[in-house]
């Protein structure tokens, strides 16, 4: 016997426990981190940020994950620690950062100026309050609910629907020409 299995025998601590534990985190981590990073990215604005974001929230929940692991929903715990984190990074940063004027638009058939503007989307994402801003995120990016996004922000469902309704609004009059349904483009085949 070597002394650490000594030790777990006189301490009554069962090596299975926290193993079978780590192992759950592990593929909460693995199947549940691109889904984390994408809010993160879109929370956030930046590719930077959204990793530092993901990293604190999932270092939070990994000291933390025996509990969260027992909680019905792990991942809306995990969801909603994320959001506190991007919440405090936003009250902290919100002064010191520059907002920037986006500057020309592509023309509509340009594919490169699609990247320019979902640049664009995520700079208006950036300019919504941060109620606003999380529960768009929350359901467009996420796909929850109304009463989803009502449990894990703690705010009534009726609230979740004002707060999307006024951030699409205010989307929508940054973006006049995406609000409209676009018209298809007609494209060359070949026979």
């Known amino acids: 016997m070597d002394l650490a299995t000594e030790h777990d ?4 601590i069962s090596k299975a426990g926290p193993v079978e534990s780590q192992d759950d985190f592990d593929g909460f981590v693995v199947a549940r981190s691109a889904v984390l990073f994408r809010g993160a990215l879109v929370l ?14 999932l270092e939070r929940a990994c000291r933390k994950w025996r509990t969260i692991a027992a909680k019905d929903s792990p991942e809306a715990y995990v969801r909603r620690i994320m959001m506190n ?5 936003w009250r ?21 100026g ?12 950036q300019g919504l309050p941060m109620r606003m801003r999380t529960v768009v995120v929350l359901r467009y990016f ?45 494209t060359e085949g070949t026979r």
């Open 44 to 57: 956030t604005g930046n590719h930077e940020a959204a990793e530092d974001l993901v990293q604190e929230t």
């Open 92 to 112: 902290r940063f919100r002064r010191t950062v520059p907002h920037q004027d986006g500057g020309d638009r592509a023309a509509p058939g340009d594919q490169y």
């Open 142 to 186: 996420h796909d929850l609910s109304d009463d989803e996004i009502a449990a894990d922000l703690k705010i009534s469902p009726s609230t979740v629907r004002s707060q999307l309704a006024r951030g699409m609004d205010k989307l929508r009059g940054q973006f006049p020409a995406l609000s409209n349904p676009s018209t298809p483009q007609p």
């Open 114 to 125: 699609r990247v320019d503007t979902r640049d664009q989307l995520v700079r208006a994402l």
């Open 9 to 12: 025998v006189r301490t009554g």
């Open 85 to 89: 984190l991007a919440n405090d990074r």
